[in-house]
């Protein structure tokens, strides 16, 4: 579920290296926003990838084909907002805005609507990712737990990728597999700071809550997988980053897709580390070759981490 898909527009330049003033040398369109980026890292890794997005305006009626292109089965709500617009410049994958539209806000119909296509499309799934909203209140905390409990009872995999006012609640729901990152869990006051003992202590206070798996991304830093009689930190080689933002939405798709997949838990965090690693190492978001997140997810070196008390 995407609550919001925006179309984004990248003008890559050219004439930087050479001395000359630089020029448009091409201008990209692609889907974008969370949950555009977390069905890409889907495909890309074999497994069939559904998109349930609100799309309006013109900038929506531009976004369909655009989806559809990149091999994503689109479940559309219609709406009466046009869809969000964002145009940058990101020369050496540094992506600087230029302009970008308000947030696409939608009205009660049409919040039903989207929730109740995002229900009809995962019960024929195997796994549901429910992604945040840009706008706190958008879609209501109470709503996203309902519709985590409802697929959970017809066994359906949650896992989310959430905004913060929506990870307690959804935690109490149940949901199967939460990636946060330490911002968000810093800053709803799970932890006290960002150290890797705080970060570990808040993602088992998650399981206590109710949250089946909990994956804590942290920047530059390894990250944490907590289940059940299990905390790990996924130690990938060290590569120099090109552009850090999506690494995240990377693994919650990888995530998503090896548990789509059929993956064990073993298999599936590794694979997710390194799509998220290869991720910051490329100019596009929520992309990534399989071939080499494969190759890497060899690579990545799980460490158990030492037993602190739950938060």
Do not use: F
């Not at 995407?2 to 984004?8: E, W």
């Not at 531009?62 to 940058?88: D, F, K, M, Q, Y």
């Not at 991304?217 to 060290?238: K, N």
Request: hydrophobic letters at 45%; one cysteine or more.
């Amino acid at each position: 579920m995407a609550p919001t898909v925006t179309l984004t527009v990248t003008i890559v330049r050219s004439g930087e290296a050479s001395g000359v003033a630089p020029r448009a040398g091409d201008i990209d369109l692609r889907p974008g926003g969370q949950g555009a980026w977390i069905a890409r890292m889907v495909a890309e890794l074999g497994a069939s990838a559904k998109v349930c997005g609100p799309l309006g305006g013109r900038s929506g009626a531009i976004l369909r084909p655009l989806i559809e292109a990149e091999g994503l089965e689109l479940h559309a709500t219609p709406v009466h907002r046009a869809n969000t617009v964002w145009v940058s410049d990101g020369p050496d994958g540094a992506a600087a805005t230029i302009a970008e539209t308000d947030s696409q806000v939608l009205d009660r119909h049409e919040v039903d609507d989207l929730l109740n296509t995002t229900l009809a499309c995962a019960l024929g799934s195997r796994v549901c990712v429910l992604a945040g909203v840009p706008v706190p209140g958008m879609i209501d905390a109470d709503r996203y737990a309902t519709l985590t409990r409802n697929l959970r009872r017809n066994g359906v995999i949650v896992v989310t990728d959430l905004s913060r006012e929506l990870i307690l609640p959804v935690a109490a729901a149940g949901a199967d597999v939460m990636k946060v990152s330490h911002e968000d869990v810093v800053g709803i006051g799970l932890a006290t700071d960002a150290s890797e003992a705080a970060l570990t202590s808040a993602a088992k206070a998650l399981l206590s809550r109710g949250a089946g798996s909990v994956i804590v991304s942290r920047a530059e830093r390894p990250s944490i997988a907590v289940r059940p009689g299990s905390a790990l930190r996924l130690c990938p080689p060290p590569l120099e980053p090109v552009n850090p933002k999506g690494a995240g939405d990377a693994m919650t798709g990888a995530i998503a897709a090896a548990l789509a997949l059929g993956r064990a838990w073993s298999e599936a965090i590794p694979l997710a580390a390194a799509a998220g690693t290869l991720n910051v190492a490329r100019r596009g978001l929520g992309t990534g070759d399989r071939a080499a997140i494969e190759l890497l997810a060899e690579r990545i070196v799980l460490e158990p981490l030492p037993e602190v008390p739950t938060g």
